[in-house]
């Protein structure tokens, strides 16, 4: 496992991967007991991992009871992320959830209980609740930082243009940063690499990537079974074959995976660890691992290497519409380069 900081704004230390914790638990109904979760972060311990992910609304809290359990003595060893915003109850009320000052603080002094610790060292808001200003979640992610309750902050799943207006009024105010972006990105989800991921290089932000497999659709099982977030999601954050350009990203990998001797998965995600390897700030995919037989394959990326044409076919394959303004953009760049952009040397940073 290897080590980088947590973007270029940012002291924070982690591991190449992160242990999703979503599924450590039953409250939802289904996932990991609590033995087979201590084995899951047993096992990312011994690789090396250090960073950690759950979220306040995780199998009703159950996720973050048994991390405060895990960690035990041992807290400090970990880069502990948690988030915000959603219920852990099963019928959500107005005043109990979404962005607000008010849920803020309380969802983090509820965080703080159940994992048993003093500190959350990144604090993630979960997803925009589209009706909290985003001076108000600025300031109380400020006050929190300030009173030592968290060391840092991020936004998940927020539009690329709510993340820059937050970092540049933070900058502008004095205020605790925002140093680092969660969102979906894999073969089959790429259209972070449109705004936000420019962004991000941009900005020098730290970026988790969930769902690094398309819920699963990338280790090829659909196609032989339901088995798995298919159904125990009802199809919630889960990729399917339903385009023509899916289907073909799924053969590539697993055409790949018979040439390189590797898992579908590990194919996966050693294009994403070479994807991070070409960035400008690194990508950190959240491992989401239902028992330890997963997590293990996502480890064995950590050995497989592709060949640039390998990488490239699943580039190429699994690129996402430029759309507008994009390919409005990279239609006319050569003219605004003088007539031949091939001859312009870029910054080594996308420009902000």
Same mark, same amino acid.
Do not use: I, N
């Given at each position: 496992m290897r080590y980088t900081t947590f973007g270029r704004t940012s002291g924070l230390r982690v591991s190449e991967y992160a242990l999703g914790a979503g599924n450590f638990g039953t409250r939802w109904g289904t996932k990991a007991e609590p033995a087979e979760a201590r084995r899951m972060f047993d096992r990312f311990a011994e690789a090396g991992g250090t960073f950690i992910d759950t979220a306040n609304s995780y199998q009703f809290g159950q996720s973050e009871e048994l991390l405060g359990e895990f960690l035990g003595a041992d807290r400090d060893r970990f880069v502990l992320a948690t988030?915000?915003? =959603?219920?852990?109850? /099963?019928?959500p009320t107005v005043n109990t959830t979404g962005n607000g000052r008010r849920n803020m603080i309380a969802t983090v002094e509820a965080s703080l209980r159940r994992l048993c610790t003093d500190h959350i060292d990144l604090l993630w808001v979960h997803?925009?609740?589209?009706v909290t200003p985003m001076e108000e979640i600025l300031r109380g992610l400020d006050d929190l930082t300030r009173a030592g309750k968290i060391h840092h902050a991020g936004l998940s799943n927020f539009p690329a243009w709510r993340v820059s207006r937050g970092v540049t009024i933070a900058d502008l105010r004095g205020w605790s940063p925002i140093t680092a972006v969660q969102f979906e990105y894999s073969l089959v989800e790429r259209t972070g690499e449109l705004d936000l991921l420019p962004m991000a290089e941009a900005l020098g932000l730290g970026v988790a990537l969930w769902s690094p497999l398309g819920g699963g659709l990338l280790t090829g099982k659909y196609r032989s079974s339901d088995e798995g977030r298919l159904t125990d999601w009802q199809a919630r954050l889960v990729h399917t074959e339903s385009t023509a350009q899916k289907t073909a990203v799924v053969d590539a990998v697993l055409d790949i995976?018979?040439?390189? =001797?590797?898992? /579908?998965?590990?194919v996966a995600v050693a294009w994403?660890?070479?994807?991070?390897?070409?960035?400008?700030? @690194?990508?950190? /995919?959240i491992t989401g691992p239902r028992d330890v037989g997963q997590l293990d394959s996502y480890l064995a990326a950590l050995d497989v290497q592709l060949s640039a044409a390998q990488y490239d076919r699943l580039a190429e394959v699994s690129a996402a519409p430029? =759309?507008? @303004?994009?390919?409005?953009s990279e239609s006319t760049r050569s003219g605004l380069l003088g007539g031949d952009a091939s001859v312009f040397l870029p910054p080594s940073v996308p420009v902000g």
């Open positions: 988030k915000f915003a =959603g219920s852990t109850a /099963p019928q997803h925009s609740d589209t995976a018979t040439e390189t =001797g590797a898992s /579908p998965a590990e994403l660890r070479e994807r991070s390897a070409r960035s400008t700030t @690194p990508l950190v /995919p430029l =759309g507008v @303004p994009h390919a409005v």
